[in-house]
Each structure stands twice: as C-alpha cells, then as structure tokens.
T-cell receptor, first 112, second 118 residues
Framework: DQQVKQNSPSLSVQEGRISILNCDYT??????FLWYKKYPAEGPTFLIS?????DKNEDGRFTVFLNKSAKHLSLHIVPSQPGDSAVYFC???????????FGKGTHLIIQP | GAGVSQSPSNKVTEKGKDVELRCDPI?????LYWYRQRLGQGLEFLIY????????KSGLPSDRFSAERTGESVSTLTIQRTQQEDSAVYLC????????????????FGPGTRLTVL
C-alpha cells in the first residue's frame, strides 16, 4: 500500500514557465516532508523540505506547499530551467519509521 | 569533500548466489541508511544505523537480507541466495546525526549499486 503517491509519472513544461509537482500521502503520522531530485545514474539529492507545522517553505526558485487537511503537498519551480529536467521524488518522515517513505517519482522534462 | 560512495556500481549475479554491497558514508556522519529502488518504483527503506545503537531492520524484506556497520564507517549489505526479484538499485545514504522530536537531518545519497540477478 503506497503511503506516498505521486500520480503523475511525467510532466513536460516549457522553459521559463512554472513547474508544479504534486504529492499525496495517506499516513497522518508523517510530520516532515522532503523533495529529492535525481539525475540518471546518480543518487537522489536533497532539494527542499517542510515540517508539518508549516504550510509553505521557499528556497530560491523552489517552493513547497503543504495542505495537511488534504494530505497533499506540491513543489513549485519558477522559472523552470533546462537543468531542472530530472526525476523528482516526494518523501515523508514519521509514523515511527526511521527511514523515509518515498513516492515513485515524477519525471520532469523542461522543453526549450 | 568526498560524498557517499558505493561499490560496485554494477553487479550481475546468478540466482542463488550471495552478494555483498559496500557503502562508504561521508566522514563524520553517524546515521546510515540503505534503500532499494526497483524498476518503476520509489525508494524503499531497508535498514538504518545510528552510532552504536541497535540498527532498525524493520524494512528488510526477508531474512536473506542483512547489513553490518563498523562503528560510524563502512557498511555492507549482504543478500544471500539472491532471487530475481532482488534486482534493483541499492542506495546508501548518510546524515550527520539523528534529530529527535520530528526534526529530520538531510540524507546524502550515494550513486547506488545496480544489482541484476539472472
């Protein structure tokens, strides 16, 4: 049973526009959420995170929004750049587990 | 500064053989995690080491999987009698320390070992 769901396997966005990646979760015990970015043949790299006590966290071009009542979070990238093309994983922490629980990822493609 | 390194980068083995995967965490990182990613899936937590505490083995899928860590350094993940469903990329991550109270320390990932069981 997938506790963290990324329902869009891929997303194509034009360079300069906003990219919005979505993530839903089912475990209400999750108390911290993270986004990782992964290029082929490399390990995931940390991008941005948010605690469950907040609803927004911003870092440069990247903003994560959390809607606890809807158990939904999203990552906004604006403006999108070609180097943003990668697989983005949503991850959650909590519920008694030491490790992170990951979604299946969304492949973001930035088109020139 | 060296990041997390893993070896081998690729491993092809025959069903039934044992394999050993190695992870060198970032120096000084007390926490170490193993994950695996099967084709088309997200990362799946396997095991967690924190300092000299007993490891959290809750994610290990079967008793064919085991892992060791010497102090706060190298870790090895061993899979005995490999099966085809063990084929995956095995990723190791380390973080500086474990934070209590819900706070999370950033995990730094290695490039992974791609395991193929024929």
């Amino acid at each position: 049973d997938q506790q963290v769901k990324q329902n869009s396997p891929s997303l194509s966005v034009q360079e300069g526009r906003i990219s919005i990646l979505n993530c839903d979760y089912t475990n209400s015990m999750f108390d911290y959420f993270l986004w990782y970015k992964k290029y082929p043949a490399e390990g995931p790299t940390f991008l941005i995170s948010i605690s469950s006590i907040k609803d927004k966290n911003e870092d440069g071009r990247f903003t994560v929004f959390l809607n606890k009542s809807a158990k939904h979070l999203s990552l906004h990238i604006v403006p999108s750049q070609p180097g943003d093309s990668a697989v983005y994983f949503c991850a959650a922490k909590g519920g008694g587990a030491d490790g992170l629980t990951f979604g299946k990822g969304t492949h973001l493609i930035i088109q020139p | 500064g060296a990041g997390v390194s893993q070896s081998p980068s690729n491993k092809v083995t025959e069903k039934g053989k044992d394999v050993e995967l190695r992870c060198d965490p970032i120096s000084g990182h007390t926490a170490l995690y193993w994950y695996r990613q099967r084709l088309g899936q997200g990362l799946e937590f396997l095991i967690y080491f924190q300092g000299n505490s007993a490891p959290d083995k809750s994610g290990l899928p079967s008793d064919r999987f085991s892992a060791e860590r010497t102090g706060e350094s190298v870790s090895t993940l061993t899979i005995q009698r490999t099966q085809q469903e063990d084929s995956a990329v095995y990723l190791c991550a380390s973080s500086p320390h474990y934070l209590s109270g819900g706070a999370v320390d950033t995990q730094y990932f290695g490039p992974g070992t791609r395991l193929t069981v024929l």
